[in-house]
């Protein structure tokens, strides 16, 4: 595993390398196959939206990027980290995690913490940044996300919507160059869940690179540059969105949407 | 019927009536509700009201208050508070010397005073400060205690009665506490060797009564030490306190670190802290705050385990009762050993209903 300064290095030596590419990663859980020969490449400032049935392996996908899942075959450059399935190690996933944000589905919010003590834990004691610095970084994510008024609550007191914005914010103080988003909306109440798919929107047109986990075939349609389709742990299909929905060329995904987008 | 229904004007909330059912009716219900709960009920309530009526009539009407020795309790037939209160001194505080009885106060005084303290503070406060208190007042109260420097000195072996109770207590849980802790992230580690040891000794600990911990501290312990190390008997007890209680606080502290859903570690992960820092920030605060019941819990089983000491020879409550029964001069009456336990009872009584009244009041709060 290259050190941190060896990592940022080869990132600005390779210029405009891709930010995230995966290669052949397998990943089993005991006997069954859970990711089958996964490629992918995302350039910086590119949205993907991936979709599928359940268990098809959305999530593990998104987790194995940020090493939360280990993987027993393949590689992940992300970042310009460089990680191979036999060097998953603690420093690793410290070393990508540092660089790579993530909102999961449900919020994962530090319940004993004030909504600003969760947006600066990360940046205080992750990554040395000063009180003062991080207090306004967070204060400037809060804003974003509009929930400045609510940043001396706890996390119990806010809507599930509003947790999951601040859960955004939070991502974001980290300052990541690529955000994973595992089906955000789907622990929401219905009238909650365009607060929370606005709030990626406009991160989306700022130019955040997104790899997002979601059911949401219209924020696919609207904010996707590339839509992957997945099924029992392959990847099946990538395609922009108008030609996803309205030309799909696999037969499975053909039936998918067709069950998806009748009712 | 209407089909298609439109309010058109709010409800506005109204407060919720006072009792549906008037309190005689009430009452009534839960006592009679059939003949056979009826009869039930009254038969109950006479049994509760002659056990009373009896307990008052030996510990109050009866009872023999004043007196230096049991020529003052006559008979059997009444309680004999005399024993208890002209030997308060061995109750309280042992063998402690007379001359340097302030320094027992200060202790009994500092440790009320830290008591209104914490039951008055609201139970979401946080527990760091509570905790922080209970590691550091034994340190204090046994410095001041055993004394040495400008205080003379005062063996730790003439330390009794509640004072023991009391000093050994808190020393047991601020020590129990801290290898608990440690014992409990112990079996989490990611070594072997780590996890197999702290699981060897909860299990151990967990398997071995008390009294025989004691028993091995007491007698065993002194066999492995170097010679010329010489640890008093006071202080044997206190580790083996200590050792014992430390493995039940491991099983608390256990099952609060397996509350903390692995989502919270993940999201730690994801904005960049370091296993420790997840650990002190996210992981201990969290899990910390949801045992703090089952900590007092444990208090309340060691304030109770201090009567055990009695056996190996230490002088707590229970043996100054048994040491004053033997004293040539309450010497004879059984009723005046039934006495001094009783007055056991409701001393320990107090204490540890307070405690679990605490405890049951953090566990609402949660």
């Known amino acids: ?218 924020f696919a349609r609207r904010v996707a540059d590339r839509v992957v389709f997945m099924d029992q742990g392959q990847i099946i299909e990538i395609a922009k969105p108008d030609d996803f929905f309205e030309r799909p060329q696999s037969r499975r995904l053909a039936s998918f949407l067709s069950r998806i987008l009748t009712h | 019927m209407t089909t298609h229904f439109v309010r058109d004007a709010p409800i506005d909330a109204r407060v919720a009536p006072a009792a549906a059912i008037a309190w005689p009716r009430r009452w009534h219900r839960a006592w009679f509700a059939s003949p056979a709960m009826s009869a039930l009920s009254l038969l109950l309530l006479a049994l509760f009201a002659f056990a009373c009526v009896r307990f008052f009539d030996w510990a109050i009407v009866r009872a023999h208050w004043l007196g230096q020795s049991s020529a003052a309790c006559p008979g059997s037939d009444g309680a004999c508070w005399a024993f208890v209160i002209s030997r308060w001194k061995p109750w309280l505080v042992g063998n402690y010397p007379l001359a340097q009885i302030g320094r027992a106060w200060t202790c009994f005084g500092a440790f009320a005073l830290f008591w209104i303290w914490v039951v008055r503070r609201p139970p979401a406060a946080r527990p760091g400060p509570v905790l922080l208190g209970f590691v550091l007042l034994p340190i204090a109260f046994l410095l001041l205690l055993i004394g040495g420097g400008p205080l003379s000195f005062v063996a730790p072996t003439q330390i009794g009665g509640l004072l023991l109770t009391l000093v050994v207590t808190l020393a047991t849980f601020a020590t129990a506490l801290p290898i608990g802790l440690c014992i409990a992230l112990g079996r989490r580690s990611e070594w072997p060797l780590v996890r197999a040891l702290c699981g060897l000794f909860v299990e151990g600990m967990r398997a071995v009564p008390l009294l025989a911990v004691l028993f091995i501290a007491a007698t065993l312990l002194p066999m492995f030490l170097p010679r010329g190390i010489d640890v008093d008997l006071f202080s044997r007890a206190v580790i083996a306190f200590a050792l014992f209680n430390a493995a039940m606080a491991a099983e608390v502290f256990r099952g609060g670190l397996q509350a903390i859903g692995r989502g919270q570690i993940e999201a730690a992960t994801t904005v960049g802290l370091s296993r420790f820092a997840t650990l002190r920030l996210i992981v201990l605060p969290q899990a910390i705050r949801a045992v703090v019941p089952a900590l007092v819990n444990i208090m309340i089983a060691v304030v109770k385990e201090t009567t055990l000491l009695s056996v190996i020879g230490v002088n707590d409550l229970l043996g100054a009762v048994e040491i004053g029964a033997k004293s040539p001069d309450w010497v004879g009456e059984a009723n005046i050993l039934t006495s001094g336990y009783v007055f056991l009872a409701l001393a320990y009584l107090a204490v540890c209903h307070g405690l679990s009244r605490y405890s049951r009041r953090l566990e609402l709060s949660s």
């Not at chain 1, 600003?116 to 207090?135: D, S, W, Y």
């Not at chain 1, 160059?177 to 955000?184: A, I, N, R, T």
Request: glycine content about 8%; some cysteine.
């Open chain 1, 1 to 218: 595993m290259p050190t941190d300064a060896a990592a940022i290095a080869s990132a600005r030596a390779s210029g405009d390398a891709p930010i995230l590419r995966m290669q052949a990663i397998n990943k089993w859980y005991g006997d069954y196959h859970a990711l089958r020969d996964i490629d992918l490449v995302v350039d910086a400032g590119e949205r993907i939206v991936v979709c599928g049935p359940s268990g098809s392996g959305k999530s593990t996908l998104v987790r194995t990027v940020n090493l939360l899942e280990p993987f027993e075959q393949g590689r992940v450059q992300v970042c310009g980290i460089d990680v191979a399935a036999d060097a998953i190690t603690r420093a690793a996933r410290l070393a990508v995690n540092r660089r790579v944000g993530m909102v999961f589905q449900q919020f994962n919010l530090f319940p004993h913490m004030s909504v600003l003590a969760n947006l600066t834990v990360g940046p205080v004691f992750g990554r040395g940044v000063r009180r003062a610095e991080a207090h306004e970084l967070a204060m400037h994510y809060l804003a974003r996300v509009g929930l400045t008024d609510h940043a001396q609550k706890r996390p119990a007191e806010l809507s599930g919507g509003q947790q999951q914005r601040v859960a955004i914010a939070r991502a974001l103080c980290t300052r990541p160059q690529l955000v994973l988003f595992d089906e955000p909306t789907a622990a929401l109440d219905p009238e909650m869940v365009n607060e929370v798919l606005q709030t990626m929107e406009s991160l989306a047109a700022d130019g955040m690179t997104m790899i997002v986990v979601t059911h949401e075939m219209g």
